[in-house]
């Protein structure tokens, strides 16, 4: 019933220690409906610290849905998301029921994660340097010289050092998806999404955002990435997941571990996904 993409290592994936050590984003029972039909529907997904999880599915299988879900931009009907394991956005009464959390609490939760999406990411009227700056200086009201020297960090260290004047229009697709990630990053989010980095980019810029991606990954950044790039997922996910019709169907380890290099250690469900 679950196609051949179900080759993959079927859930639930057992690990020692149980399931929710580590744990820094974990959805638990996920659903959601629209239009009458279910986008989301009963998704458990749990992400460890340092853990890189691919996301990959026909469109609309619910990805998307599912990474707003996670931050809460977009509730789910049913389920709970826990960040770092407490509850995004309900807590507990003295009588043990679930208390909605208020918006601004949310939101402090929220900006602890970090997004990135497919387009639409930056500021028009902003140089790169301030498109990075601005959430320091809003949301945690870092002082003017403080944040852009943290920005410039930044910008430099997505070799994007003498663009940080520029404005977005000025920038390649893959320039101005690498200021979007400097700038989630600035916000030293806990974890970062990706909700298809590289799907509008021209194809002789993917390469520089995805190697940017890498190397993040590679510095030990929790990531949640859809992307239909099976080469980046097979070379940096930990986990590959695979969604249909708002289901968790298929999971795979295309490497026992990434930081070991052993790229011998590929799962078979790894190619039956690819
Ligand atoms: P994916 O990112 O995997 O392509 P989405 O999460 O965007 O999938 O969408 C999942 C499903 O939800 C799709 O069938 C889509 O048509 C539906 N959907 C998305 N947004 C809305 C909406 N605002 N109203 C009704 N249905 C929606
Ligand atoms: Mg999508």
Redesign the pocket.
């Given at each position: 019933e679950h196609s051949q993409l179900a080759a993959g290592r079927l859930l639930p994936r057992e690990e020692p220690g149980g399931p929710a050590r580590d744990a820094v984003i974990a959805a638990r029972g996920l659903s959601k409906r629209?239009?009458g039909?279910p986008?989301l529907d009963g998704i458990d997904l749990v992400v460890r610290r340092g853990e890189v999880v691919v996301i990959v599915?026909?469109?609309?299988?619910?990805?998307?849905?599912?990474l707003r879900a996670l931050n809460w931009l977009d509730p789910p009907d049913s389920g709970r998301v826990e960040i770092e394991g407490r509850d995004i956005a309900f807590r507990s009464s003295r009588s043990g029921r679930p208390v909605p959390r208020r918006a601004a609490e949310i939101d402090r939760q929220r900006q602890r994660i970090g997004m990135v999406f497919q387009r639409f990411n930056l500021f028009p009227h902003m140089t790169a340097c301030d498109n990075v700056a601005v959430g320091l200086r809003r949301l945690r009201g870092t002082k003017m010289q403080a944040a852009r020297a943290r920005a410039l960090d930044l910008l430099a260290r997505f070799g994007l050092q003498d663009k940080a004047a520029a404005f977005p229009h000025e920038l390649s697709g893959g320039q101005r998806q690498r200021v979007a990630i400097a700038r989630a990053l600035a916000m030293d989010p806990i974890a970062l999404l990706f909700?298809e980095p590289t799907s509008a980019l021209d194809p002789e810029t993917v390469k520089e955002v995805l190697d940017a991606m890498e190397d993040l990954a590679r510095t030990g950044t929790t990531m949640i990435v859809?992307t239909h790039e099976l080469g980046f997922a097979r070379r940096v996910a930990d986990r590959i997941v695979v969604?249909e019709q708002?289901r968790i169907v298929a999971e795979a380890s295309p490497r026992s571990d990434r930081r070991k290099g052993d790229e011998a250690a590929a799962a078979p469900g790894a190619a039956a996904i690819a």
């Open positions: 629209m239009g039909m986008v599915g026909p469109s609309g299988s619910g990805k998307s849905t599912l909700d859809v969604m708002g």
